[in-house]
Nanobody, 118 residues
């Protein structure tokens, strides 16, 4: 499975960005997909996640501002980010879990930089 993320960039505080991440490969069986953020010197942290059934989970600081969604037919996950703040700055990584029988495989995209200026 390969994950291709896009949509990062530089935006002013209060602005919006939309991240996309498409999974590709043969006979995909993607379960949960999500977005993580990493700031230099810190661990990668979960921002938002969504199951194949559409259940979502958000990190507290982004609730009400970010919306995660997915298109299962396209194996694509999106992160709509509104009312962006400087503290949202970081490299955003797409993540996907693939379930094959009893095994779960974890995949990561290449990361896309989001910079929010004050």
């Amino acid at each position: 499975v390969q994950l291709q993320a896009s949509g990062g960039g530089l935006v002013q505080s209060g602005g919006s960005l939309r991240l996309s991440c498409a999974a590709s490969g043969s006979d995909l069986s993607i379960n949960a997909m999500g977005w993580y953020r990493q700031v230099p010197g810190t661990q990668r942290e979960l921002v938002a996640a969504i199951t194949a059934g559409g259940s979502t989970n958000y990190e507290d600081s982004v609730k009400g501002r970010f919306t995660i969604s997915r298109d299962n037919a396209k194996n694509t996950v999106y992160l709509e980010m509104n009312s962006l703040k400087p503290e949202d700055t970081g490299v955003y990584y797409c993540n996907a879990d693939e379930v094959l029988g009893r095994q779960v495989f974890d995949y990561w995209g290449q990361g896309t930089q989001v910079t929010v200026s004050s």
